[in-house]
């Protein structure tokens, strides 16, 4: 599923990488422990956190996510939104707990891949 589509069914505001939002979401991962979300995050994931600091950054970029998304309207710190610019890393900020952003991510992502398999 395309990110633009995400951020426009859920509302969520772009904070940086507004030329990436043609990435391809190909799953969620939801943490904020970096080392966990390194470990276990996979190229393509949609990352959920309420972590604002610059290090998140550099874990989306290092498993090239498709992006972050910021919860509870949480703001990324100023140096997090220059480095985000930098390195073209989309930013989002959801006004959902991290509960309700990831369930409503999670339904849209499974409700495209049924379509894409009734297709076949």
């Known amino acids: 599923m395309e990110l633009a589509a995400i951020v426009k ?16 979401v190909r799953g ?25 600091h610059q290090n998140i950054i550099a874990v989306a970029s290092l498993k090239e996510h498709a992006g972050i998304v910021l919860v509870q309207g949480s ?3 100023k140096d997090t939104l220059e480095k985000a610019v930098a390195e073209g890393i989309p930013l989002l900020v959801s006004p959902f707990s991290c509960f309700e952003t990831a369930g409503r991510i999670y339904n ?13």
Do not use: C, F, H
């Not at 859920?10 to 939002?21: K, P």
């Not at 969620?28 to 604002?52: C, F, H, K, P």
């Not at 849209?108 to 076949?120: D, H, Q, Y």
């Open 9 to 24: 069914a859920m509302g969520l505001e772009v904070r940086a990488g507004s030329e990436r939002l043609n990435a391809e």
């Open 28 to 52: 969620g991962y939801v943490g904020d422990l970096l080392s966990d979300v390194m470990a276990n995050s996979s190229e393509g994931d949609l990352w959920v956190t309420r972590q604002i």
């Open 108 to 120: 849209m992502i499974a409700t495209k891949g049924e379509e894409s398999l009734g297709a076949r």
């Open 75 to 77: 703001e990324p710190t």
